[in-house]
């Protein structure tokens, strides 16, 4: 099983940057895309981006984000971040990271709690 762990949220003002982090331990050798949801109060949970393994690993990210969010994967440490700059009031939600294994099960963390206002 694989065990995930976030940190890196807050409370930030518009335009402002934020870094979240996500630690995976246990079996993590399994997992092939690590990757990081929202979800709004009242709203669904929704993608925001995702990373494969390899060295040449594939990026993903939802069109809100694009440019203004980056994913990026340590394998030696097993962990994935998400570098979030200039954020806006929409960007508020708390914020999960997610592992998928090679067969497609998938593993959430527990969530952080990301707020944009002044």
């Known amino acids: 099983q694989v065990q995930l762990v976030e940190s890196g949220g807050g409370l930030v003002q518009p335009g402002g940057s934020l870094r979240l982090s996500c630690a995976a331990s246990?079996?993590?050798?399994?997992?092939?895309?690590m990757g990081w949801y929202r979800q709004a109060p009242g709203k669904q949970r929704e993608f925001v981006a995702a990373?494969?393994?390899?060295?040449?690993?594939?990026?993903n990210y939802t069109d809100s984000v694009k440019g203004r969010f980056t994913i990026s994967r340590d394998n030696a440490k097993d962990t994935v971040y998400l570098r979030m700059n200039s954020l806006k009031p929409e960007d508020t939600a708390v914020y999960y990271c997610?592992?998928?294994?090679?067969?497609?099960?998938?593993?959430w963390g527990q969530g952080t709690q990301v707020t944009v206002s002044s």
């Open positions: 246990g079996s993590t050798r399994s997992i092939n895309t």
């Open positions: 997610s592992a998928d294994d090679s067969v497609g099960r998938r593993t």
């Open positions: 990373a494969t393994r390899g060295f040449y690993g594939n990026y």
